[in-house]
């Protein structure tokens, strides 16, 4: 396989550094959605912990090196997930956290951000207003900018779930995993190909964030002017070009799904797993539930990504969502 920026053997390492509760999370056939989905599918529970979600993985290695190095502050962009898995990270070591978000972002992803401890500041647009001012801030303090997906360790802590999938899962086809910034899929995607070759790897992303698709398909960076989902921790307008870069080596597909699955999908985790999930854990669902006859009878992974969700616009969501499949 041609190199990507990620290193097995440094992930490998990663494991060593990691709060071991991030690590090893539940890994399950879930029987009970297959008759609905109409294949094997199999959950990898990336909410079992402290931040719900899968982003102190990378966190974790962050704070450590920072710590290690004497730094004492830091500071990023964020949709709400990395945020609060960088405050929790930055805390145990003494790092002095800040945070920059758009004040449209989930308020129970910026309540936790605070409550960890972290330094929040609001912007009046999006997300990528938000990672100009998070710059702006590490360029005047002279403090270190955390990109997610550019910095490596964000992209090689996701990738130990993918040494995980592949130690404990019994043969799969296929692993779906959330499209956003990237460091998910190109983790996991760099781990699976490098080791588990024959696997697919396919990314999802909605319709109404759909630049870092986009580009993969056209095998060049496309950026969009706005977005519109309730995928709010995937919903990026500008593609960094070396995630695009090791995503064309590891991504086998890119798809978009529309709102209606990913709500169909949420609902479905929550009737038939038990899982209140963020709509971005979602994808994977929404993915088989838009083209069943692709994964018909095949062993389909799905990486629950995250479960940091408001709570009114859930119940707006999924409780007035009729059922897909009772």
């Known amino acids: 396989?041609?190199?990507?920026?990620?290193?097995?053997a440094r992930i490998r390492a990663a494991r060593q550094v990691i709060d071991p509760m991030f690590l090893d999370t539940?890994?399950?056939?879930c029987e009970a959605l297959e008759p609905g989905l109409g294949c094997r599918v199999s959950i990898k529970l990336e909410t079992a912990n402290p931040v719900r979600s899968f982003k102190a993985r990378g966190t974790e290695?962050?704070?450590s090196l920072l710590a290690d190095n004497g730094s004492r502050a830091v500071v990023c962009a964020s949709a709400g997930n990395l945020g609060q898995a960088l405050a929790w990270s930055g805390r145990g070591r003494g790092l002095d956290v800040t945070v920059v978000a758009s004040r449209f972002a989930t308020a129970a992803k910026l309540d936790r951000i605070r409550a960890l401890g972290a330094g929040l500041e609001l912007v009046d647009g999006d997300h990528e207003m938000a990672r100009e001012r998070a710059a702006a801030i590490a360029r005047h303090d002279g403090i270190r900018l955390l990109e997610d997906s550019l910095d490596i360790e964000t992209c090689e802590g996701a990738a130990t779930i993918g040494l995980e999938l592949l130690?404990?899962?019994?043969?799969?086809?296929?692993?779906l995993i959330a499209l956003g910034?990237?460091?998910?899929?190109?983790?996991?995607?760099?781990?699976?190909?490098?080791?588990a070759p024959e696997v697919e790897v396919i990314c999802v992303q909605p319709l109404g964030a759909p630049a870092l698709t986009r580009s993969w398909h056209q095998r060049r960076v496309v950026t969009t002017d706005s977005t519109d989902t309730i995928a709010d921790g995937v919903a990026g307008r500008c593609p960094i070009p070396a995630v695009l870069d090791d995503l064309l080596l590891v991504a086998d597909d890119a798809v978009l799904v529309q709102e209606a699955s990913i709500i169909a999908g949420m609902r479905m985790l929550l009737d038939h797993a038990g899982l209140v999930v963020e709509p971005s854990a979602a994808l994977g669902v929404a993915a088989i539930l838009e083209d069943p006859d692709r994964f018909a009878d095949r062993h389909v992974v799905v990486i629950v990504c995250g479960g940091n969700v408001?709570?009114?616009?859930y119940r707006r969501w999924v409780c007035a969502a009729p059922s897909h499949q009772s």
Do not use: C, I
């Open 167 to 175: 130690d404990a899962a019994p043969s799969f086809d296929a692993v």
């Open 1 to 8: 396989m041609q190199e990507t920026r990620l290193d097995t």
């Open 26 to 29: 539940p890994l399950y056939r």
């Open 181 to 195: 910034g990237g460091a998910l899929a190109t983790g996991v995607g760099h781990v699976v190909k490098a080791l």
């Open 310 to 313: 408001d709570v009114d616009a």
């Open 61 to 63: 290695l962050v704070a």
